[in-house]
T-cell receptor, first 113, second 109 residues
């Protein structure tokens, strides 16, 4: 099992460009999450999904969109990147309702110039 | 809104010292309190606590939860340089985790 994987690992964007971050898990987990981590801010939830075809907003959703067309994949999109979105992005998954233990991907370091 | 506060925010100790990391939380629909260790990569799971007063232990690390006073502590005994990391406390409820800002632990040889 690869666990939770994220693509790409690093990316540099210019202001206004768009991109999609891909999270994939091969553990058949129901729930998936996108976080951003900034210095001194801890991990903040952007969006999450409780199953295929469903998504919900987290703590800091503005400027991001997500989709969960397949159970194993959770995509995070930035339509018009801004320097404030420079961050490290982590994807996580958890197997089922009642399980709070989340398994994290390796992260994507995004810089917006 | 749910809130998780960790203290101290950073800590520097010498190898062999014992450290205690603190976590307080204010939350509705509490289900669990989790600790993660984060080195220069993804957080890795340490403990999940759901019952008050029951200590979880793994080697030199241990943790306990007090649901009445809404806090948890993470103890690390006989610290080693490999314990240097950010330790994240997080509370689980409503299918989500709310994270504290973390405690940066530096263990010097």
């Amino acid at each position: 099992n690869a666990g939770v994987t994220q693509t790409p690992k690093f990316r540099v964007l210019k202001t206004g460009q768009s991109m999609t971050l891909l999270c994939a898990q091969d553990m058949n987990h129901e729930y998936m999450y996108w976080y951003r981590q900034d210095p001194g801010m801890g991990l903040r939830l952007i969006h999450y999904s409780v199953g295929e075809g469903t998504t919900a907003k987290g703590e800091v959703p503005d400027g991001y969109n997500v989709s969960r067309l397949k159970k194993q994949n959770f995509l995070l999109g930035l339509e018009s990147a801004a320097p404030s979105q420079t961050s490290v992005y982590f994807c996580a998954s958890t197997p089922f309702l009642g399980s709070d233990t989340q398994y994290f991907g390796p992260g994507t370091r995004l810089t917006v110039l | 809104e749910d809130k998780v506060v960790q203290s101290p925010l950073s800590l520097v100790v010498h190898e062999g010292d014992t450290v205690t990391l603190n976590c307080s939380y204010e939350v509705t629909n509490f289900r669990s309190l989790l600790w993660y260790k984060q080195e220069k990569k993804a957080p890795t799971f340490l403990f999940m606590l759901t019952s008050s007063g029951i200590e979880k232990k793994s080697g030199r690390l241990s943790s306990i939860l007090d649901k009445k006073e809404l806090f948890s502590i993470l103890n690390i005994t006989a610290t080693q340089t490999g314990d240097s990391a950010v330790y994240l406390c997080t509370q689980g409820s409503n299918y989500k985790l709310t994270f504290g800002k973390g405690t940066l632990l530096t263990v010097n040889p």
